[in-house]
């Protein structure tokens, strides 16, 4: 699904601040961030930058132009 994408897109970001892990206070922050960039793609990944546009566009290809039957898929 297109949330996986997001989820695997800000780990793939982050991989290499993730991988050194919290070896100082002044990595904690950004800790937090991606923590919570993953929160976000979790509980809806339309609060990501950009993800609306890209999510519509890949339901309008496979779909068609069907307002209805977009806007049942919201639901």
């Not at 050194?20 to 919570?36: H, V």
């Not at 976000?40 to 609306?52: F, S, T």
Request: aromatic share 12%; charged share 25%.
């Amino acid at each position: 699904t297109e949330q996986k994408k997001y989820y695997r897109a800000i780990l793939e970001r982050n991989f290499s601040f993730l991988q050194k892990g919290t070896t100082s206070a002044a990595n904690i922050p950004n800790l937090m961030n991606t923590m919570m960039e993953l929160r976000k793609c979790c509980i809806h990944p339309y609060l990501l930058n950009g993800a609306e546009d890209q999510i519509q566009f890949d339901y309008k290809q496979a779909n068609g132009e069907d307002k209805e039957a977009y806007y049942k898929a919201l639901i």
